[in-house]
């Protein structure tokens, strides 16, 4: 007794159906977890920041107040107060959602930017960042001016 080929077909034909939908929704409702950008670049090059926040340990916000920081698109970084002039280097790894700041200073202060931060949110007015690895937390945000 053979069966009809209708019939078989029917079923496979409804499994992959239900197989491509299952999996198209599934892709829809992940993707903005990977689509969702929060690079700083766009943002951080454009115009001058301050210090909103800095815990390291401890809030040690008030000791950077009056810091201007300017981020170039080539890669430079400068804080200013009054006639003080801080150089340095940042980069983003846009992958990993990190922008690592490398300060050229000795200032204790001003040492604990020098890190790997992990951009958590990035827009015109803010970015936000933590450090993960440092045992005590670490959280950065920078505000446009």
Not at 11 to 29: G, N, R
Not at 41 to 67: F, I, Q
Request: net charge positive; charged share 20%.
């Amino acid at each position: 007794m053979s069966k009809n080929p209708k019939t078989v077909k029917k079923p496979l034909l409804l499994f992959t159906l239900k197989c491509s939908v299952i999996l198209y929704f599934a892709a829809c409702t992940g993707i903005n977890s990977y689509t969702k950008s929060v690079a700083a670049s766009p943002y951080v090059t454009k115009g001058t920041w301050k210090v909103n926040l800095l815990e390291a340990g401890k809030d040690e916000t008030r000791l950077l107040k009056g810091y201007d920081l300017t981020f170039s698109a080539t890669g430079k970084i400068t804080l200013r107060k009054d006639a003080e002039i801080i150089t340095g280097n940042w980069s983003e790894d846009e992958i990993a959602k990190k922008i690592t700041i490398s300060l050229d200073t000795h200032d204790p202060v001003l040492e604990k930017l020098n890190n790997n931060w992990a951009i958590t949110n990035a827009n015109d007015n803010s970015i936000q960042m933590n450090n993960p690895e440092q045992i005590t937390g670490g959280r950065l945000q920078i505000t446009s001016l």
